[in-house]
């Protein structure tokens, strides 16, 4: 797919845990975990809006497209 999450490096700058943020934004683990690593289909603007707010950054911060090679 070519957009690429991008938590795990806003989790490592702010020195949480993905049960912390979880936790703080208001959704399980597991569900963390998919969209972590980039096994979601979507992601729903409050949700996005929520990990903006918890980790105090934008949503580009977390979420980056990138060109498929051979497209």
Do not use: H, Y
């Not at 999450?5 to 597991?30: F, H, N, Q, Y």
């Not at 979507?42 to 980790?55: D, G, Q, S, Y």
């Amino acid at each position: 797919m070519p957009i690429t999450v991008d938590i795990d490096v806003m989790l490592a700058r702010r020195k949480m845990s993905v049960g912390e943020l979880a936790d703080r934004v208001g959704i399980t683990p597991a569900n963390l975990a998919v969209l972590k690593n980039g096994r979601a289909k979507a992601v729903r603007f409050a949700t996005l809006a929520a990990l903006c707010e918890v980790l105090e950054c934008q949503p580009g911060d977390l979420l980056r497209w990138e060109a498929n090679d051979g497209v």
